[in-house]
């Protein structure tokens, strides 16, 4: 099984930075597809940012480009979301998600994902 565990999240003020890790273990047949999902209360989850496999890149909401940054460490087996100028808006609870299944859908959806972390909140202030 995979287990995917989220951190780096806190508060900040708008305009400000935070970089969030997902540490991923339990797999051993290389890099998975993986994405960063937010979901603020009362709100449908959202996703924020994809990360392709094999060196084929990333994806991201139009809400987040240009603003965030999904990257991969292999040697760590670590994801990160680099999350700059920061906005009220953003705030929400971040998650970290896998697949191990093959793709059906759209990146963005969440049912496309069958391991997710715990979350790791996120809370910009203006």
């Known amino acids: 099984q995979v287990q995917l565990v989220e951190s780096g999240g806190g508060s900040v003020q708008a305009g400000g930075s935070l970089r969030l890790s997902c540490a991923a273990s339990?797999?051993?047949?290389?890099?998975?597809?993986m994405a960063w999902f937010r979901q603020a209360p009362g709100k449908e989850r959202e996703g924020v940012a994809a990360?392709?496999?094999?060196?084929?890149?990333?994806d991201y909401a139009d809400s987040v480009k240009g603003r965030f940054t999904i990257s991969r460490d292999n040697a760590k087996n670590t994801v990160y979301l680099q999350m700059n100028s920061l906005k009220p808006e953003d705030t929400a609870m971040y998650y970290c998600?896998?697949?191990?299944?093959?793709?059906?859908?759209?990146?963005?959806?969440?049912?496309?994902?069958?391991?997710w972390g715990q979350g790791t909140q996120v809370t910009v202030s203006s």
């Open positions: 998600a896998a697949r191990t299944r093959v793709a059906t859908g759209g990146w963005a959806r969440s049912d496309q994902y069958n391991y």
């Open positions: 339990g797999y051993t047949y290389g890099s998975l597809p």
């Open positions: 990360l392709f496999t094999g060196g084929s890149g990333a």
